[in-house]
């Protein structure tokens, strides 16, 4: 389904003094398909940077990436991603348009399924995004994602802005349509119990690098490299 093959990125900056910085160093890994591959680390570790290549915002220095479907992405914050000025009907209807996905008509019935396969109302539509709550912007982020008919869903923190309640509603809900749907996720975050959780595989990640791969339980259960091991303690002494 995903298969992302020796990726490396530098990043070049600086006016008088040219600095460089290695971003991702020769980072490989696989997603089958119905799985969740996770990766975590520090800020600043190079995790988003895997995310804006394989999403093509930004290109590889080299390596190779394989995807085999569409790919989408949630966002850590889903306030930023839908317009203010736009009610959340036109949101829903808009990667359609966009891409012309259905008649004005099919839009409509297409919109209906997603909110019910993201347990939301159809209410929401006539509100503009300051009127809904956090974790109902995010169903609302998450249904957008799925308007186009995406084999594999980014989630990019998906949950860290939400209260505690709403994030396990939405962990759970992004559980079940995985099942429903068929869907292979690639999911960045720091939060080990949700990794524990949620994730199939997990890769640590340290200044570019993964540093320890492997199944979920094994890597977090059993700690090999030292980065996670200090990564494993220090979140149990929080």
């Not at 930004?58 to 889903?78: A, L, N, R, V």
């Not at 570019?208 to 791969?213: D, I, L, M, Q, S």
């Amino acid at each position: 389904m995903l298969k992302v093959s020796h990726i490396c990125k530098t990043f070049t900056g600086g006016i008088i003094r040219k600095t460089h910085v290695d971003a991702v160093k020769d980072v490989s890994f696989t997603i089958c398909n119905g799985e969740t591959f996770g990766i975590v680390g520090n800020s600043g570790c190079g995790k988003s940077t895997i995310a804006n290549m394989l999403l093509s915002l930004i290109k590889p220095d080299s390596g190779t990436i394989e995807i085999d479907g569409t790919i989408q992405i949630i966002f850590q914050h889903p306030e930023t991603s839908l317009d203010p000025a736009k009610k959340i009907g036109y949101s829903l209807e808009e990667p359609m348009i966009i891409h012309k996905m259905y008649d004005k008509a099919g839009r409509k019935k297409r919109v209906k399924e997603l909110l019910d396969l993201v347990d939301l109302g159809e209410e929401l539509l006539d509100r503009y995004p300051h009127q809904i709550s956090g974790g109902e912007a995010q169903r609302i982020m998450i249904a957008r994602a799925l308007s186009l008919d995406p084999k594999i869903l980014i989630l990019d923190e998906p949950t860290s802005m939400l209260d505690v309640s709403v994030q396990a509603q939405v962990m759970t809900l992004l559980k079940e349509l995985q099942e429903k749907l068929g869907l292979s996720y690639l999911f960045i975050s720091h939060d080990l119990d949700v990794v524990r959780w949620f994730c199939d595989e997990i890769a640590v990640m340290e200044e570019g690098k993964f540093v320890e791969t492997g199944r979920t339980e094994d890597v977090i259960g059993h700690p090999k490299a030292e980065f996670t091991k200090k990564l494993v303690e220090s979140f149990i002494l929080e």
